[in-house]
T-cell receptor
Framework: AQKVTQAQTEISVVEKEDVTLDCVYE???????LFWYKQPPSGELVFLIR??????QNEISGRYSWNFQKSTSSFNFTITASQVVDSAVYFC????????????FGQGTTLQVKP | DAMVIQNPRYQVTQFGKPVTLSCSQT?????MYWYQQKSSQAPKLLFH???????NEADTPDNFQSRRPNTSFCFLDIRSPGLGDAAMYLC???????????????FGPGTRLTVL
């Protein structure tokens, strides 16, 4: 069975603080893909990053960075110097090696950044 | 810009009155998905089309149907909406043509359905 766990339901920070959103996954597939999506209040799911299971290189994109560790089955997301516009629900998702492309979503973490 | 478009953004229907939600895409992706998302929950996959092949999730109620007349368009039909069907409906597309690097799902803005 495949599963994604985002243990943090809600996080509240003050603007300019750094914040890390945790994601732990379970899969028996040797090849899999991990994703992060942002869902602002408008409702649209915005793609942030895709990571292959065979590529453990961490990635930085502006204020966003991702730490992928297969040894702990984690794919954590850090926002540096958070801004009010970062307030949203963030979903971590897993796609196994099936050819349907089906995503298994975590329950999401609601991030509130206060001015 | 290439994108996934959903119409309408907000839909109000009456209990039991059939409703159709539409999705179109300019990405030329071969796979289209429909998700249902209720408040404070993760999106739940209802079904998807892989090219012309329809794939229903095992727990999707029979009340939900879908049509894909061509590559660009996909419709979600709710035959007899109940109060429990009020939700955000998200359409997504991806390209699964054997290239691993193009399987990311891109989502439309969603249609928020209200059932009175």
């Amino acid at each position: 069975a495949q599963k994604v766990t985002q243990a943090q339901t809600e996080i509240s920070v003050v603007e300019k603080e750094d914040v890390t959103l945790d994601c732990v996954y379970e899969t028996r597939d040797t090849t899999y893909y991990l994703f992060w999506y942002k869902q602002p209040p408008s409702g649209e799911l915005v793609f942030l990053i895709r990571r292959n299971s065979f590529d453990e290189q961490n990635e930085i994109s502006g204020r966003y960075s991702w730490n992928f560790q297969k040894s702990t089955s984690s794919f954590n997301f850090t926002i540096t110097a958070s801004q009010v516009v970062d307030s949203a629900v963030y979903f971590c998702a897993l796609r196994g090696s099936s050819n349907t492309g089906k995503l298994i979503f975590g329950q999401g973490t609601t991030l509130q950044v206060k001015p | 810009d290439a994108m996934v478009i959903q119409n309408p953004r907000y839909q109000v229907t009456q209990f039991g009155k059939p409703v159709t939600l539409s999705c179109s895409q300019t990405l030329n992706h071969n796979v289209m998905y429909w998700y249902q998302q209720k408040s404070s929950q993760a999106p739940k996959l209802l079904f998807h089309y892989y090219d012309k092949d329809f794939n229903n999730e095992a727990d999707t109620p029979d009340n939900f149907q879908s049509r894909r007349p061509n590559t660009s368009f996909c419709f979600l039909d709710i035959r007899s909406p109940g109060l429990g069907d009020a939700a955000m409906y998200l359409c997504a597309t991806s390209s699964l043509r054997g290239d691993r690097d193009t399987d990311t799902q891109y989502f439309g803005p969603g249609t928020r359905l209200t059932v009175l």
